[in-house]
Structures are given as structure tokens and as C-alpha cells.
């Protein structure tokens, strides 16, 4: 599996946009990029998945450039209900798959 | 929206007991994990299960653990003899394959 390098936090204003920028430099021509949003106490939460250039959603963008090797989510406008951790994850998303986490990115966002 | 479920919630054992934690995956998925989160830490995989039979399992996930799909929803996670160690929140996960991996709201369990 692919190791991922991502900020350990970021502080941000409610009606900020926030970019959480992945590292990924050894992915596998067949992994996929995923992002998890986790709260505390809760079970994570799928926010968006993506191959290359760009994919969005209702609640966020994923950029990925050509060689694949970085990532940013990009959550428009924020709010207090944001503050989460943030996980970014690469793996082959064909037979078998599984997700390894790393440490992830607490996102907190003020008012 | 279709959602895995877990129970119990939350549950209190003493230490040396057997646990059993309960999963009901998505009803069309075929592959189902479980994972752990100590308090404070990281996601850790545990097991995954496919075709009735364990896939992949993680160093996590000695003798004292087992999975299990008893019928054609529940989808287990034993731990035969707990230890202090064992405290942490469970997540059950299921996928139809190929795409995105779905979890439920996790077991806390805690051992005294």
C-alpha cells in the first residue's frame, strides 16, 4: 500500500475554503485516492474518491495533478459541523480491498 | 441511505470474558471488515472476510479473535478471553467491491 504523507492539523474560519494537500509518491498505477471525514466517536466517513484530474461531490472537490503523486481535498466554505479529522487514503480498490489510515489531519474551524 | 449497523453500542466486560460484537452490513455487500480504534489513536485494520472465509488479517488478530457470518445478514467479531488492551471502539465495514468502503458507528467496548 502506498504510504501517504498529510498535515497533522489545520485551523480554519467558518466560510473558509479548505485545501488539505496529500502527499503519495509512491502510488501504484492501479490505486485509487480516497478521503475519509471521521468524528469523534464515530465510524468514517466516506467523502470522496477519485483516479486523476478532478472529481466532485455535494460536499467536497479532489484535485489530483497528472503524475498522481499529490492530492488536494478541497472543502468549499466551511462550517463548525467540519471540524473533523481528515484521512487520506491509496489503494487498489479492485478484489479484496482494504484501507489502511494513517494519523490524519484534524481540521478545526472556528467561528 | 443504506448504512451498516452495530451493537451493542457500548458494552462493559471484565477482564477474561468472552465479547461478541455484532454487525449487520449492507445488504448487498460482499466484503466485510472489521477495525479498531484505541482511544486517541489511529483506525487499525483488523480482518477482512469474503466468500464466507477470512481474506486478510492483520498481526492484531491472534487466536483470542475470530469473525464469523452466522446467516445471510450478522457479521460477528469474538474476542474469546479480553484483556486490557482489548478497550477500544470496533468498527464494522462492508463493500459491495471495487469502490467505497461503508462503516458503521462502532462498538466501544471497555474492559475492566
Known amino acids: 500500500l502506498a504510504k501517504t504523507t498529510q498535515p497533522i492539523s489545520m485551523d480554519s474560519y467558518e466560510g473558509q475554503e479548505v485545501n488539505i494537500t496529500c502527499s503519495h509518491n509512491n502510488i501504484a498505477t492501479n490505486d485509487y485516492i480516497t478521503w475519509y471525514q471521521q468524528f469523534p466517536s464515530q465510524g468514517p466517513r466516506f467523502i470522496i474518491q477519485g483516479y486523476k484530474t478532478k472529481v466532485t461531490n455535494e460536499v467536497a472537490s479532489l484535485f489530483i495533478p497528472a503524475d498522481r503523486k499529490s492530492s488536494t481535498l478541497s472543502l468549499p466554505r466551511v462550517s463548525l459541523s467540519d471540524t473533523a479529522v481528515y484521512y487520506c487514503l491509496v489503494g487498489d480498490v479492485s478484489n479484496d480491498y482494504k484501507l489502511s489510515f494513517g494519523a490524519g489531519t484534524t481540521v478545526t474551524v472556528r467561528a | 441511505e443504506p448504512e451498516v449497523t452495530q451493537t451493542p453500542s457500548h458494552q462493559v466486560t471484565q477482564m477474561g470474558q468472552e465479547v461478541i460484537l455484532r454487525c449487520v452490513p449492507i445488504s448487498n455487500h460482499l466484503y466485510f471488515y472489521w477495525y479498531r480504534q484505541i482511544l486517541g489513536q489511529k483506525v487499525e485494520f483488523l480482518v477482512s472476510?469474503?466468500?464466507?472465509?477470512?481474506?486478510?488479517k492483520s498481526e492484531i488478530f491472534d487466536d483470542q479473535f475470530s469473525v464469523e457470518r452466522p446467516d445471510g445478514s450478522n457479521f460477528t467479531l469474538k474476542i474469546r478471553s479480553t484483556k486490557l488492551e482489548d478497550s477500544a471502539m470496533y468498527f464494522c465495514a462492508s463493500t459491495e467491491g471495487g469502490n467505497t468502503i461503508y462503516f458503521g458507528e462502532g462498538s466501544w467496548l471497555t474492559v475492566v
Open positions: 472476510f469474503y466468500n464466507n472465509e477470512i481474506s486478510e
